[in-house]
């Protein structure tokens, strides 16, 4: 999977989203995407905790990797989400901060 084929499969489901549950304006969608990152970071967080087994019993023994990466995956969606919210070109963006994260640290000399 490519970024760009990423990025236009959650273009659909973002659609789908503002279909079903639309939203009076721009404003309102970066609102509730913002706060969805939130929410799904939680989730991730939660995860993260468990797996150090520093939850209750009942969530550690509940535990499994995939429930990690399943969250990764909800946060990586709802920030890509956000970016289509906000018109932003995912794949430009990352390499602009790729290349100035290998500047900054002299990875290339
Ligand atoms: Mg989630």
Known sequence: MTI??????????SSF???????KNHEQRTFARTMKI?????ELSDEILTSMNLQRNTKIEKFSKENVEDEFADV???LILLGIELDI????????????TRDRFGMDE
Do not use: C, H
């Open 89 to 100: 070109d995912v794949k430009e963006v990352m390499q602009r901060k790729i290349n100035f």
């Open 17 to 23: 989203l503002n279909t079903r549950w639309p939203l």
């Open 38 to 42: 939130m929410e799904e970071l939680g």
């Open 4 to 13: 760009d084929s990423l990025v236009k499969q959650y273009a659909e489901i």
């Open 76 to 78: 990586l969606g709802s």
